[in-house]
């Protein structure tokens, strides 16, 4: 964990240079977003109010950078997994999230996983039959 840590700080450190650059970089939000969300999963932090902070960076920086650029397919992906984990947002934030990553780029990267987030929001807002399609 602390070789992960150390890259979580230099990645940092490159995105808020880009972000001293281009204040409305949707790039580097989406990689500090992602980079926090990371953190998160996989408990860099141990302390509960801190481990709380990083979602909700993650989420404000995911939200942020799909604001600026509406084609920024990885970042709506990961949005949708940070969906999953925050209290208060439900399938159907979940669902619009993963539909969009994949409208924007149908090959994308983690294609896979994100239709597995669509099928299984799409299972929860009862429609059983439309989450089918999804894991076809």
Excluded at 15 to 41: C, I, K, Q, S, Y
Excluded at 84 to 98: E, F, Q, R, W
Excluded at 104 to 133: H, K
Aim: glycine share 2%; charged share 25%.
């Amino acid at each position: 964990q602390d070789e992960m840590r150390a890259l979580s700080a230099e990645s940092n450190a490159h995105v808020e240079a880009a972000l001293a650059l281009d204040p409305n970089n949707a790039d580097a939000f989406e990689v500090r977003g992602t980079t926090a969300f990371f953190g998160w999963n996989f408990n860099l932090e141990t302390d509960p109010a801190r481990r709380d902070v990083a979602l909700a960076n993650a989420l404000r920086d995911l939200e942020r950078a799909t604001t600026i650029n509406r084609q920024q397919a990885s970042a709506f992906s990961t949005l949708a997994a940070v969906y999953a984990n925050t209290p208060g947002k439900t399938a159907n934030d979940i669902y619009l999230a993963a539909r969009r990553a994949l409208e924007v780029d149908e090959f994308l990267a983690t294609a896979n996983i994100t239709l597995s987030r669509l099928a299984n929001a799409t299972y929860d807002l009862g429609n059983s039959d439309a989450a089918r399609q999804y894991c076809d």
